[in-house]
């Protein structure tokens, strides 16, 4: 089960860390992702990272802005948002691979991913 929360309203340019903590399955091991999903458009990758942490990708849109991390003793991983602008309002959704997967691999696609959370709504007003 993985449980974001987090979300909230917040002024253009303003900042917002989401959270997902991960449980009945193995946390540790798994690459995760962050995706979003605005009214009316498809889903789309965020950012995701490895399961040691030492790697993350980001969409273009978001890099230098948004940050990715994980803490493994905690089963949760992190998406601190910082500049935040209205057309990145959103439902936000963690999301966890396969166990030992290659990050590199696939991980922009949500069909790489095998756990979904139920999203957290991002709200950035102009």
């Known amino acids: 089960q993985l449980q974001a929360s987090g979300g909230g309203l917040v002024p253009a340019g303003g900042s917002l860390t989401l959270s997902c903590i991960v449980s009945g399955i193995t946390f540790d091991s798994r690459p995760m992702g962050w995706f979003r999903q605005a009214p009316g458009k498809e889903r789309e990758f965020v950012s995701a990272?490895?399961?040691?942490?030492?790697?993350?990708y980001y969409a273009d849109s978001v890099k230098g802005r948004f940050t990715i991390s994980r803490d493994n003793a905690k089963n949760t991983v992190y998406l601190q948002m910082n500049a935040l602008k209205p057309e990145e309002t959103a439902v936000y959704y963690c999301?966890?691979?396969?166990?030992?997967?290659?990050?590199?691999?696939?991980?922009?696609?949500?069909?790489?991913?095998?756990?979904w959370g139920q999203g957290t709504l991002v709200t950035v007003s102009s």
């Open positions: 990272i490895s399961w040691s942490g030492d790697t993350t």
């Open positions: 999301a966890a691979r396969r166990f030992n997967t290659d990050l590199s691999v696939g991980y922009m696609k949500s069909e790489s991913y095998n756990y």
